[in-house]
C-alpha cells in the first residue's frame, strides 16, 4: 500500500480520502529484498534474499529498484545505522521500506542512528518512496536531531512509525505524507520552506518535547484527523507564508483530567503551549480551521489567528473559522489516549463521534488501521461517519476463545492430537467480523471467516494458544487461549535416586504422560509416612540410618492408567559408620529449634565428624522435650532419655557391631521410663540426667528442688523405684542444675542450688550408702557476687579417676577438679582464660580416656562448640563448632 499524496488537494474536494492503491512489483526484479540482522546467514555481499538476507538496512538502500519492498526484521536485533536513500520509485512502482507485516503482536524493526547527532533515516532528493512499520530513536537519549529527516522529496510516505526520542523534519517537496505514526515523549514533526501540499493525518502526539505539528512557509499543508495531548508549545502551528492550509477533525487537549506528567520541554519558556492552534496572519489566506475539538488550558488560549489570540471555540468563531469546532478533554489514562477503547462506548465522548468533516483530506484509516465506520452510538448530526482525533471508534470489547479435543479428556494427550478452537467474540455493534486468526503456538496460524477452526497436532511439546479476530471495520480483540500438551508415547516413569552423606535422599521420578498426571505417591521403604503430590515432582526425605531400602513410586492419570515403579536405594553414610569405628568416641545428642531430636557422633582417632542423623520419633513432640540424658553401656548401645510432658522416654541405638538382628546404627523403639512398668510416676520433673556403670543405667530426675535417682539393667528394660538423693544427704531442696559420673561404681552427683553454692553428691553402691558436702564451702566462690549464680552443670570423670566439675556462671565456664584418691578438690577456674570461651548459656561434658570433650552453646543459637581439656598434655583446644553450625538449644554428649 502507499499513499498518495500528489492527489490529496483535489480528491479533498470530492471525498476528503486519499485513495491507496495496491501496486505491483516491477517485473524487471524480485518484488522483495530481506534484511535481517539476526540471522545467522546474513551477509551486505549478498542479494538480499530470504534465505541470505542483508544485514543492514543501508545495504539494501544501496541496490533497491522501483518495485520492490525491503522487508525488514525485527524483534530480535536493533539497527544501528543512518541509513541515507537516494534512490527513487515511479508512481506506479514505488519503493517501499516495510518493517512490520502488519501482524498483532509482531515487534517492528528498531532502528537507531550510529550517532546521537545523526538521524536513523534520511530521504534526499527522492521521489515515490514509502516508509512503513518502524521504530525509530536515539541510543543517546533526546538530542534534538529528528530521527526522520525528508529533503527535497516528492511523493513520500511516513507510515506507521513509532518515534521515541527525535521527531520527523521535511523541508522541501511536494506531497509528503506523514501517517498513522506515535509521538510520544519525541519531538514533534516540523515541515520547512519549499514544501508544499503536505499532509499530517491520523498521528498521535502525546508529550512532544516541542510543538506537535509546525509548518513554516507551506502552502497547501493539510492537518486532519490527528490526536495532541501534552505537547510543550502550540499543538498545531501554522507559521510564516502557508496559505491554503486545512486544519480539521483534530482532537487537541493541553492538559487532561489527572495527567500531572509531563514531558522536559526544549524551550526555555513555561512547560506548555500558550496557544493551541496558531495561524500567522501571512497563512490565514485560504485557510480552514473546522471540525476540531481544542481543550486548552484554562488560563491559556486555543487560538491565535493572524495575532490575534482566542480562549475558547465559541470566541474563535468570530473569525468565521471554527464553525464546528467544540471542547472536549480526552483523558489518555490508558497510555495512547484512544478514547474508544478507555470508555468503551460512545456515550462519554459523544461529540467527537461521527462529527468529524467527511472532505478533510486523509487517507481512509485511524492510527490503528480502522475505517471509518458509521457508529451506532453516535446521532450523526453531521451526516458523517469519520471520527475526529486519530482514533476511531470501534465496538470490539474481547473475544474469549475455547479449546477441546475429543481425543482426549483434557488438552493433554498423545500425537496426533486433534483440537477444535472456538471464538466468543464480545462486540458492542451489529458488525461482522471479518477473519479470525487461531495461531495454535506450534507454528500453524489459521485465517478463518468463521469462529471455529481445526488443527492436528502431530509433535510433542507445550503449546499456547491465542486468537486475533478483525470486524469488517479492522476494529480487533486479542487473547490467550488454555495450552495444549502433547506427549509421543504412553505413562511412563524413571525414578532417580540420589543419598548424600547425610542420609538426605532426593527423588525424581521422571513421569512422562500424554495425559494430566493426577497423582503421585511416594513409599521410602523405610517405614516413615508415604509422600503424596498431585502433580509430580523433586521428592526429598532423610533415611534415619544407613542401609538398603526398596523405593516405591505410584504415578496416576487421569487416563485411568496406574504406574507402579520400585527402585533399590543404598543409603550409606561413610562418616556416620566411621564415627562408629573403634577407637574414642562420642556421641551429641540435640533438639535442633524444637523441631527434631538429632543425634551425631565423632571419632577422634579418626578424625571425624558424622553428620546429624534424626532420631526415630516417639509417643511425643520434640518440640515438648524438656530435657535430655544419654549414656553408653558396656554392650556398646547409646541409651537417650528424653523429659517430655513430665515424663521420661528411653531409647537404645546399637552402636557397636550388628548383633542379634540388630544392625549397627539401628535405634530401638522408644519406652516410657516413669509410669506403672518402669521407676514409677514422679510429679513435676524439670530436668534428667544419667550415667552408666557397666550395663546398669542411674537415671538423676530433678523435680521440686529435689533430687531423685532410679536404675536399671539396659538388656532386661527392668527399672528401680525412685530414691530421695536430697533426703538421703541431708541437702536442701533448693538444687536447679544436675548431672552425673560414675568413678568405679560410685556415682557422683553435682548439684548447682538456687542459693548459688554448688555441692557433691556420692553413691557407693559397694558399701550401700551416700555421702557428699557443699563443695562451694570447701572452695569458696570464684565469681563476683554480682554475677548470676550457676544452674547449669556438667560433670565428668576422666580415666585416672579424676572427677571434674563445669558450671556456667554469667556467660563464663568456670571448672573445678576432684582427686578421690588423694582427697583434695582443685580451686575454680575460667576456662575462658585457657581457650577464650565465652557466652555460653549451657554445658555437657564427655569423656573419652583423659581428654573431656566439653559442649557449650550460646544465647545466639548458632549451635554447639566443642572444647577438649586434655589433662595428660595439660592443654586445651581452641573451641569450634561442630555440626556444621546446626541450632541447637538442648543437646547431652557422652564418651566411650
Excluded at 56 to 64: L, T
Excluded at 79 to 108: C, K, M, N, W
Excluded at 158 to 185: C, H, M, N, P, Q
Excluded at 368 to 383: E, H, I, K, Q
Aim: hydrophobic fraction near 35%; aromatic fraction near 8%.
Amino acid at each position: 500500500m502507499r499513499l498518495r499524496q500528489s492527489a490529496v488537494l483535489v480528491a479533498a474536494a470530492a471525498t476528503g480520502i486519499v485513495v491507496v492503491p495496491v501496486v505491483p512489483a516491477a517485473a524487471a526484479a524480485p518484488d522483495r529484498i530481506y534484511v535481517d540482522g539476526w540471522a545467522r546467514t546474513c551477509t551486505d555481499s549478498g542479494a538480499g534474499t530470504l534465505d541470505q538476507p542483508f544485514c543492514s538496512i543501508g545495504a539494501a538502500a544501496a541496490v533497491v529498484q522501483p518495485g520492490q519492498t525491503v522487508r525488514v526484521s525485527g524483534g530480535q536485533t536493533t539497527y544501528q545505522e543512518a541509513v541515507h536513500l537516494t534512490r527513487s520509485g515511479t508512481p506506479d512502482h514505488p519503493i517501499v521500506f516495510d518493517g512490520s507485516p502488519g501482524e498483532v503482536g509482531y515487534i517492528p524493526a528498531e532502528v537507531y542512528p550510529e550517532a546521537g547527532t545523526e538521524s536513523a533515516l534520511t530521504l534526499d532528493g527522492v521521489h515515490d518512496v514509502v516508509i512503513r512499520g518502524f521504530d525509530t530513536g536515539s541510543l543517546a537519549g533526546y538530542t534534538g536531531t529528528p530521527a526522520v529527516v525528508v529533503k527535497n522529496s516528492s511523493r513520500v510516505t511516513l507510515d506507521d512509525i513509532r518515534f521515541s526520542d527525535g521527531g520527523a523534519a521535511v523541508g522541501g517537496g511536494d506531497g509528503v505524507t506523514v501517517g498513522r505514526s506515535s509521538f510520544v515523549g519525541s519531538g514533534g514533526l516540523e515541515i520547512g520552506a519549499g514544501t508544499q501540499h503536505a499532509l499530517v493525518t491520523a498521528n498521535l502526539f502525546h508529550g512532544t518535547r516541542t510543538t506537535a505539528v509546525k509548518a513554516a512557509d507551506v502552502p497547501g499543508v493539510a492537518v486532519t484527523n490527528n490526536t495532541v495531548a501534552a505537547s510543550c508549545g502550540e499543538s498545531v502551528r501554522i507559521d510564516g507564508t502557508s496559505p491554503g492550509a486545512v486544519v480539521e477533525n483534530n482532537v487537541i487537549t493541553a492538559g487532561y483530567a489527572g495527567s500531572g506528567v509531563w514531558p522536559t520541554c526544549t524551550t526555555s519558556g513555561p512547560e506548555r503551549g500558550e496557544t493551541e492552534i496558531a495561524v500567522s496572519a501571512a497563512s490565514t489566506d485560504g485557510t480552514r480551521v473546522d471540525y476540531n475539538s481544542v481543550h486548552p488550558w484554562s488560563d491559556a488560549n486555543a487560538y491565535t489567528w493572524g495575532g490575534t489570540s482566542y480562549p475558547t471555540p465559541a470566541a474563535f468563531r468570530a473569525t468565521g473559522q471554527g464553525a464546528h469546532d467544540i471542547d472536549t478533554d480526552v483523558t489518555c489514562a490508558n497510555g495512547n489516549c484512544d478514547p474508544w477503547l478507555f470508555a468503551r462506548s460512545a456515550v462519554n465522548y459523544p461529540a467527537l463521534a461521527d462529527s468529524a468533516d467527511p472532505a478533510a483530506p486523509g487517507i481512509g484509516t485511524d492510527l490503528a488501521g480502522r475505517t471509518y465506520t458509521d457508529n451506532p452510538n453516535a446521532a450523526d448530526t453531521l451526516g458523517g461517519v469519520r471520527d475526529r482525533g486519530a482514533f476511531e471508534a470501534t465496538g470490539q470489547r474481547g473475544v474469549n476463545l475455547a479449546v477441546t479435543s475429543t481425543q482426549e479428556p483434557t488438552l493433554q494427550g498423545s500425537t496426533p492430537l486433534t483440537v477444535t478452537a472456538t471464538a466468543d467474540v464480545k462486540s458492542d455493534w451489529p458488525i461482522q467480523q471479518s477473519d479470525y486468526l487461531f495461531d495454535f503456538g506450534d507454528g500453524t496460524k489459521v485465517h478463518s471467516t468463521t469462529p471455529t477452526a481445526t488443527h492436528v497436532y502431530d509433535k510433542a511439546g507445550t503449546f499456547a494458544t491465542s486468537l486475533t479476530v478483525t470486524d469488517t471495520h479492522h476494529g480487533t480483540a486479542r487473547n490467550t487461549g488454555p495450552s495444549v500438551r502433547t506427549v509421543v508415547g504412553q505413562l511412563s516413569a524413571d525414578p532417580t535416586v540420589s543419598v548424600d552423606g547425610s542420609l538426605y535422599a532426593t527423588v525424581r521420578s521422571n513421569v512422562t504422560t500424554p495425559w494430566r498426571l493426577t497423582g503421585e505417591e511416594i513409599d521410602f521403604g523405610d517405614g516413615s509416612p508415604k509422600e503424596t503430590s498431585a502433580y509430580g515432582s523433586t521428592a526429598y526425605h532423610q533415611y534415619m540410618r544407613a542401609g538398603d531400602y526398596q523405593l516405591t513410586v505410584t504415578d496416576r492419570d487421569d487416563s485411568g492408567k496406574t504406574l507402579v515403579t520400585k527402585r533399590t536405594v543404598h543409603a550409606v553414610s561413610p562418616q556416620d559408620t566411621a564415627t562408629l569405628q573403634p577407637g574414642k568416641r562420642v556421641q551429641l545428642l540435640t533438639r535442633d529449634g524444637k523441631a527434631w531430636l538429632n543425634d551425631a557422633g565423632a571419632n577422634y582417632d579418626k578424625g571425624v565428624w558424622g553428620p546429624f542423623l534424626p532420631v526415630p520419633g516417639a509417643g511425643f513432640a520434640s518440640k515438648d522435650v524438656a530435657s535430655m540424658a544419654s549414656v553408653t553401656t558396656a554392650d556398646q548401645y547409646l541409651r537417650a532419655f528424653a523429659l517430655a510432658d513430665g515424663k521420661v522416654y528411653s531409647a537404645d541405638r546399637r552402636l557397636g557391631a550388628a548383633t542379634g538382628g540388630v544392625a549397627q546404627g539401628q535405634w530401638l523403639p522408644w519406652s516410657e521410663v516413669t509410669g506403672a512398668n518402669g521407676a514409677g510416676n514422679l510429679n513435676g520433673i524439670t530436668q534428667i540426667s544419667a550415667a552408666a556403670s557397666g550395663n546398669w543405667v542411674h537415671v538423676l530426675a530433678l523435680a521440686g528442688g529435689r533430687v531423685y535417682e532410679a536404675s536399671g539393667d539396659r538388656a532386661s528394660g527392668t527399672w528401680s523405684k525412685w530414691g530421695d538423693i536430697t533426703a538421703a544427704l541431708g541437702f536442701p531442696a533448693n538444687t536447679v542444675g544436675i548431672s552425673g559420673a560414675f568413678i568405679g561404681n560410685v556415682l557422683h552427683v553435682g548439684m548447682t542450688g538456687s542459693d548459688g553454692h554448688v555441692r557433691v553428691g556420692d553413691g557407693d553402691y559397694d558399701r550401700g550408702r551416700w555421702s557428699g558436702g557443699d563443695l562451694t564451702d570447701a572452695l569458696g566462690y570464684a565469681w563476683p557476687s554480682q554475677y548470676t549464680k550457676p544452674s547449669q552443670i556438667g560433670v565428668a570423670a576422666t580415666a585416672d579417676g579424676k572427677l571434674h566439675l563445669f558450671v556456667v556462671v554469667w556467660d563464663r565456664l568456670m571448672e573445678a577438679g576432684g582427686d578421690y584418691t588423694a582427697g583434695r578438690w582443685t580451686n575454680w577456674a575460667d576456662v575462658y582464660g585457657a581457650t577464650g570461651l565465652m557466652g555460653v548459656n549451657r554445658v555437657g561434658v564427655a569423656a573419652t580416656g583423659n581428654t573431656l570433650r566439653v559442649f557449650t552453646g550460646s544465647s545466639s543459637g548458632t549451635g554447639v562448640t566443642e572444647t577438649d581439656a586434655d589433662y595428660a598434655a595439660g592443654r586445651w583446644s581452641r573451641p569450634m563448632v561442630v555440626g556444621g553450625g546446626s541450632a541447637a538449644d538442648l543437646f547431652t554428649a557422652t564418651g566411650f
